[in-house]
């Protein structure tokens, strides 16, 4: 949608300070810091309480994550109930490599899926904080973003009404296919963007993991991965061409390929079972510079794109909320605009370290796959150097926990 005014059509006008687009993790963490500090926000979300709880999205949270949750009473249930991983383990050439990085790194993964962190999210917001959620709106515009009265209008699903919310600040956390990023003028805004030139066929199986971490094969038929969603679901990957159809992947050849690509001498044998996801994603990442203008603060998939590829997404999505959480504080309780006017600068160094850790660890994945003898020969030569150089090893480690990625 253009920054436009509110259409003539509406039908009535409220006021809030933050008004919240896209209920994910980024959006909600925002709209539950705010709602715990007692600033009015109003979240909208197109899709409704049931689609977002159970979406089917990652699932792997690094613990400085986890922690500062925590900190803000959001993470009761995910402590409660998450797997915790502190190793992976690669595969290659018919081996076996375990790398303990919570032994190098002091810290750990804990697996909890996507849809059960909004799950618990929305429950805090909105049953116990009893703040303000709008679920199945329709039409989202934007308006006035580039001045100090910005607004945002919707059509009410269940009148057909228009409504405009005048208010302070929007934060736009509705990801890669929101209305919010594509309010950002061009010429004071840029997008740098990557493309991989691979799919990877990402599946759901209704099967018990095969492995207790995280599993990743390195193999010259292309690239396959391994990670538990729960004792009875686990995810796996595929390397595929971009834009597969996934109805080319049939039961028998996604378990035929997951045999090949993850076979390993003294592996345990994956167990099979009803495939209950099936959809190729094409691997690209892109990054908005500066996020945001005016009074519009893009946080999560709406402010940059994460491939699969290192687990980052969601992780990055929660350390942009909490960064703008506590601006929109600041700024609406207290008049500082300090931490908004710095919003940017302070999320896109991590933002940038995750991107090119991505793009680093897409050459160990992709290199044997590549059809390039002196690819995969470079790449193998990565992998062995990070598994058996202690120093190596240690900033790995320290990379795949997001523990040293603020500089």
């Known amino acids: 949608m253009t920054d436009t005014a509110a259409p003539s059509s509406t039908s009535s006008t409220e006021r809030t300070s933050v008004v919240v687009v896209g209920a994910?993790?980024?959006?909600?963490?925002?709209a539950n810091i705010l709602r715990a500090a007692s600033v009015d926000c109003v979240v909208l979300e197109t899709e409704s309480r049931e689609f977002i709880e159970q979406r089917p999205r990652a699932g792997f949270l690094e613990e400085w994550a986890v922690r500062a949750l925590e900190r803000r009473g959001l993470a009761d249930r995910l402590l409660e109930n998450a797997q915790v991983h502190s190793e992976c383990e690669f595969r290659f050439a018919g081996e076996r490599y375990t790398f303990r990085y919570g032994d190098m790194s002091g810290h750990h993964h804990f697996a909890y899926p996507?849809?059960?962190l909004?799950?618990?999210?929305?429950?805090?917001?909105?049953?116990?904080?009893?703040?303000?959620i709008r679920f199945g709106v329709h039409d989202v515009e934007l308006g006035a973003i580039d001045s100090d009265q910005p607004s945002v209008s919707y059509t009410d699903p269940d009148t057909g009404g228009r409504v405009r919310l005048d208010c302070a600040a929007v934060a736009g956390c509705d990801g890669a296919r929101g209305v919010t990023r594509?309010?950002?003028?061009?010429?004071?805004?840029?997008?740098?963007r990557h493309e991989y030139g691979i799919g990877w066929l990402a599946l759901l199986a209704e099967a018990p993991p095969s492995n207790d971490c995280v599993v990743f094969g390195i193999h010259p038929r292309g690239f396959a991965g391994h990670m538990?969603?729960?004792?009875?679901?686990?995810?796996?990957?595929?390397?595929c061409p971009p834009g597969d159809d996934p109805e080319n992947w049939p039961h028998e050849r996604v378990w035929a390929e997951l045999h090949e690509r993850l076979a390993a001498d003294g592996a345990q044998p994956l167990t099979e079972g009803r495939l209950i996801e099936k959809r190729v994603l094409d691997m690209h990442n892109y990054v908005v510079e500066p996020m945001g203008y005016g009074r519009l603060y893009l946080a999560g998939d709406a402010a940059h794109l994460l491939a699969p590829i290192g687990a980052k997404g969601m992780n990055l999505a929660i350390h942009d909320a909490l960064l703008l959480g506590d601006a929109l504080t600041a700024y609406c309780g207290k008049?500082?605009?300090?931490?908004?006017?710095?919003?940017?600068?302070a999320c896109l160094g991590r933002v940038w370290q995750y991107q090119e850790f991505s793009t680093w660890l897409s050459d160990i994945y992709h290199g044997a796959s590549s059809g390039d003898p002196f690819r995969a020969g470079i790449t193998a030569a990565r992998l062995r150097r990070t598994l058996a150089s202690p120093t190596a090893a240690a900033g790995f480690a320290g990379l795949y926990i997001g523990k040293d990625a603020d500089y």
């Open 118 to 132: 909004v799950t618990d999210l929305v429950r805090v917001y909105a049953d116990e904080r009893g703040g303000d």
């Open 228 to 239: 538990a969603r729960s004792p009875q679901v686990t995810r796996y990957y595929l390397e």
């Open 335 to 345: 008049g500082d605009e300090s931490g908004l006017s710095g919003y940017s600068a």
């Open 182 to 192: 594509a309010c950002l003028p061009p010429e004071h805004v840029g997008v740098a």
């Open 24 to 30: 994910g993790p980024a959006g909600l963490t925002v």
């Open 114 to 116: 996507q849809p059960l």
